[in-house]
T-cell receptor
Framework: GQQLNQSPQSMFIQEGEDVSMNCTSSSIFNTWLWYKQDPGEGPVLLIALYKAGELTSNGRLTAQFGITRKDSFLNISASIPSDVGIYFCAGQTSGNTGKLIFGQGTTLQVKP | GAGVSQTPSNKVTEKGKYVELRCDPISGHTALYWYRQSLGQGPEFLIYFQGTGAADDSGLPNDRFFAVRPEGSVSTLKIQRTERGDSAVYLC??????????????FGPGTRLTVL
């Protein structure tokens, strides 16, 4: 089946540093979504991308939909302690189901 | 407004028992999804409803798993003869529409199922 490879698996950074994580796929997606999940909670949508090449920002977060439609990255600038959590990329293929294919997640820890 | 809610938040059961997990989607959302998340993994798709009908159940692992959405709102995921491998967090998500693109899915907090 379809697989998303997300990297890095985990990051431990200093408060104030910038963070970058990415997802790659062997298949083409027509939508990329980035979610953040805190312990005991469901994933929360951060950014949605709908067009190849699209670059979208949400506060300190910036994400891009790769030109090949097989990859996406998420950047977080000037990290703060509340950025701690697990970040997931998710892709959707064309069709009528809209089901999401998720990456394995990137665990982010921020040292104050 | 209210988000997606799921009950119970935790469920502990014994191997071989039957369980039901409930999802209340965001009001007005026609699309509803169930996902399963194992420890340290991303969510994995189980089933998708558009209105009352299951439009895609390709993610259900076997015939012990079944889901319904009889009135196009609340959904129940049913697991028969539970096995220890069924232990996971079961997530529900809803979306204003099921068609891509612009299918932004909003997740509930999940039900943590533990099968002893």
């Amino acid at each position: 089946g379809q697989q998303l490879n997300q990297s890095p698996q985990s990051m431990f950074i200093q408060e104030g540093e910038d963070v970058s994580m990415n997802c790659t796929s062997s298949s083409i997606f027509n939508t990329w979504l980035w979610y953040k999940q805190d312990p005991g909670e469901g994933p929360v949508l951060l950014i949605a991308l709908y067009k190849a090449g699209e670059l979208t920002s949400n506060g300190r977060l910036t994400a891009q939909f790769g030109i090949t439609r097989k990859d996406s990255f998420l950047n977080i600038s000037a990290s703060i302690p509340s950025d701690v959590g697990i970040y997931f990329c998710a892709g959707q293929t064309s069709g009528n189901t809209g089901k999401l294919i998720f990456g394995q997640g990137t665990t982010l820890q921020v040292k104050p | 407004g209210a988000g997606v809610s799921q009950t119970p938040s935790n469920k502990v059961t014994e191997k071989g028992k039957y369980v039901e997990l409930r999802c209340d989607p965001i009001s007005g959302h026609t699309a509803l999804y169930w996902y399963r998340q194992s420890l340290g993994q991303g969510p994995e798709f189980l089933i998708y409803f558009q209105g009352t009908g299951a439009a895609d159940d390709s993610g259900l692992p076997n015939d012990r798993f079944f889901a319904v959405r009889p009135e196009g709102s609340v959904s129940t995921l049913k697991i028969q003869r539970t096995e220890r491998g069924d232990s996971a967090v079961y997530l529900c998500a809803s979306s204003p529409r099921g068609l891509t693109p612009y299918n932004e899915q909003f997740f509930g907090p999940g039900t943590r199922l533990t099968v002893l």
